[in-house]
């Protein structure tokens, strides 16, 4: 699902290092990239409904910088181009979005929510400027074309 440039894979294609058991480069992947993902399904945060084979989402944590230059965590939801959103994962990160920012990606579309409502949705073009608390809050949204 997701676009890994150091192993030239684009996004919504298998990998091509992908094997029965997993990754097959496990030992040596790229880093930031694979070596610093860890899929918040499989480490639990996520019920078991939400498997992203069948959601076609994947879930997990990443760091933006504040305004004042410190970096805080965020939840990314990568929903593949084509499929529908997965009610029972939604539903699950909007309780998140309570206390953290959740942004969902699917293509070139994002929209992000946080304190569970909606703060903002962009399209391709679209500048997009956050202001984030040091819990990861979205305090503001400014986008443009």
Same mark, same amino acid.
């Given at each position: 699902?997701? /676009?890994?440039?150091?192993?030239? %894979?684009?996004?919504? #294609?298998?990998? !091509?290092?992908?094997?029965?058991?997993?990754? =097959?480069?496990?030992?040596?992947?790229?880093?930031?990239?694979?070596?610093?993902?860890?899929?918040?399904?499989?480490?639990?945060?996520?019920? /078991?409904?939400?498997?992203?084979? %069948?959601?076609?989402? #994947?879930?997990? !944590?990443?760091?933006?910088?504040?305004?004042? =230059?410190?970096?805080?965590?965020?939840?990314?939801?990568?929903?593949?181009?084509?499929?529908?959103?997965?009610?029972?994962?939604?539903?699950?990160?909007?309780?998140?979005?309570?206390?953290?920012?959740?942004?969902?990606?699917?293509?070139?579309?994002?929209?992000?929510?946080?304190?569970?409502?909606?703060?903002?949705?962009?399209?391709?073009?679209?500048?997009?400027?956050?202001?984030?608390?040091?819990?990861?809050?979205?305090?503001?949204?400014?986008?443009?074309?």
């Amino acid at each position: 699902m997701l /676009k890994v440039g150091e192993l030239d %894979k684009p996004a919504n #294609v298998p990998c !091509k290092h992908l094997c029965a058991h997993g990754c =097959g480069v496990f030992d040596n992947r790229p880093t930031p990239t694979c070596g610093a993902f860890t899929c918040d399904w499989r480490e639990g945060f996520l019920p /078991k409904s939400a498997i992203p084979s %069948k959601t076609h989402m #994947v879930v997990w !944590k990443t760091h933006l910088p504040t305004q004042d =230059g410190e970096r805080v965590e965020i939840l990314e939801c990568n929903i593949a181009e084509g499929e529908p959103i997965h009610q029972a994962t939604f539903d699950h990160l909007m309780k998140c979005s309570e206390n953290i920012t959740v942004m969902f990606v699917r293509g070139e579309e994002t929209w992000a929510y946080a304190r569970g409502r909606k703060l903002a949705a962009w399209s391709p073009g679209a500048r997009l400027s956050m202001r984030l608390d040091r819990r990861g809050i979205v305090e503001q949204v400014n986008t443009g074309s």
